[in-house]
């Protein structure tokens, strides 16, 4: 197995092993998990995709999330990403799914709003556009280490708050229906999670993120907003072009990333599952009320 690096200190292509031997093998799942967790973000080219391979390569990484309330893919561990209807025709202009592209525009990390989050996202390029619809990245292990010291201590154990209407609503005011409100309530996760295979840490924030313990909501969100911005300067980003046969898996908890516009006459489809974390990933200490203890 080969790594080629790809970004400013982080995300590198595998090449040498696929989702299929992955999926077949503990120990080619052994250092492409140990990969995972020094670069966070991993690149496949050329991939046999199915809906079965990629389920089998991502439940190697653990307990698989079900796609949540009033999506494309609910109650099956595939989130469908598509403009494409089921009769083969694209969404019409101000179609929710574009609405729900917009919103994945934004800079964020997938599930902070669900008990538990994800560990990691496996995302796998059915029909990709040929102009624009890349998919962007930046480490937010960079992020913390790059953060002044006095920010860094200020910021090592307050408690953020994330929620997926909040992040819908920098789209549209009603994106997030009153079921997806009511089955996704905001949930409350420490603002720096610590990688426990190798110790370093990552600041844990998202476009969900609506607010932060025991400080004002607009001084907290202007925060989050500097923080974002910090995060996101052009030199800090790993852009990637899709090829179709691509499949990309990065780690949550280590990384925010955004999708970038296409042309809606264009077809695009992919597809996510998405790895919940579990305390063996650094989980037990994002707890507020396991971490004080």
């Known amino acids: 197995m080969e790594l080629i690096?790809?970004?400013p200190g982080f995300a590198a292509e595998v090449r040498g092993a696929g989702m299929a031997e992955v999926a077949a093998s503990d120990e080619i799942y052994a250092a492409v998990r140990a990969a995972f967790e020094e670069h966070s973000v991993l690149v496949f080219r050329a991939q046999p995709?199915?809906?079965e391979l990629q389920m089998a390569f991502s439940r190697k990484f653990g307990p698989l999330e079900i796609a949540k309330a009033a999506s494309r893919g609910e109650g099956t561990p595939f989130s469908i990403l598509t403009n494409v209807e089921p009769d083969g025709t694209l969404v019409p202009p101000g179609h929710k799914e574009e609405l729900r592209a917009m919103a994945n525009q934004l800079w964020h990390?997938?599930?902070?709003?669900?008990?538990?989050?994800?560990?990691?996202?496996?995302?796998?390029?059915?029909?990709v556009a040929t102009t624009g619809g890349e998919?962007?990245?930046?480490?937010?292990?960079l992020t913390w280490k790059r953060l002044p010291e006095a920010m860094r201590k200020k910021l090592d154990n307050a408690y953020a708050w994330h929620d997926y209407a909040h992040s819908r609503g920098k789209i549209a005011p009603h994106l997030a229906s009153e079921r997806e409100r009511s089955a996704m309530p905001a949930a409350c996760w420490r603002m720096r999670w610590r990688n426990p295979v190798n110790g370093r840490d990552a600041l844990y924030i998202a476009s969900h993120t609506c607010g932060i313990d025991g400080m004002e909501r607009s001084e907290a969100l202007r925060l989050i907003d500097e923080l974002t911005a910090f995060a996101t300067r052009p030199e800090h980003i790993y852009q990637h072009h899709w090829q179709p046969g691509d499949v990309i898996m990065w780690d949550n908890r280590a990384t925010m990333?955004?999708?970038?516009?296409w042309p809606m006459d264009q077809p695009r489809h992919m597809i996510r599952t998405t790895v919940s974390a579990t305390d063996a990933d650094g989980l037990a200490?994002?707890?507020?009320?396991r971490s004080a203890s």
């Open 5 to 7: 690096p790809l970004g």
């Open 49 to 51: 995709i199915t809906n």
């Open 109 to 127: 990390t997938d599930s902070c709003f669900k008990i538990p989050p994800a560990l990691t996202s496996v995302l796998s390029g059915r029909i």
């Open 135 to 141: 998919t962007e990245f930046t480490s937010m292990r």
């Open 257 to 261: 990333h955004r999708g970038r516009p």
């Open 285 to 289: 200490a994002m707890w507020p009320e």
